[in-house]
Nanobody, 126 residues
């Protein structure tokens, strides 16, 4: 069972930056598809970004392109999300996710991932 633990959430003013980290267990970390989702109050959880390996191709939801950057460190079993130019609409609980086995769905769907972190709150004030 893969465990994911996020850290780095907090409160930031609009226009500011934050970085999230996700520490993972698992012997075959480098084979996982890794992603970030977020859930705003009263709304469904939505895809933010993902990175695959090998190759390191990345995918971003349109509203975060050019502002957010996902990276992975396979040696340290870490996933990171650098968030710049944050806006109030980015306020949400952010979840780290991993696809560790055969699943269904597309890379931007929740069903594609079988392991989830507990979530970390990001609040952007205007």
């Amino acid at each position: 069972q893969v465990q994911l633990v996020e850290s780095g959430g907090g409160l930031v003013q609009a226009g500011g930056s934050l970085s999230l980290s996700c520490a993972a267990s698992g012997r075959t970390f480098s084979s996982y598809v890794l992603g970030w989702f977020r859930q705003a109050p009263g709304k469904a959880r939505k895809f933010v970004t993902a990175v695959i390996w090998p190759g390191g191709s990345t995918y971003y939801e349109d509203s975060v392109k050019g502002r957010f950057t996902i990276t992975r460190d396979n040696a340290k079993k870490m996933l990171s999300l650098q968030m710049n130019s944050l806006q109030p609409e980015d306020t949400a609980v952010y979840y780290c996710a991993a696809k560790t086995k055969t699943t269904y769905g597309t890379i931007n769907s929740g069903t594609y991932y079988d392991a989830w972190g507990q979530g970390t709150q990001i609040t952007v004030s205007s």
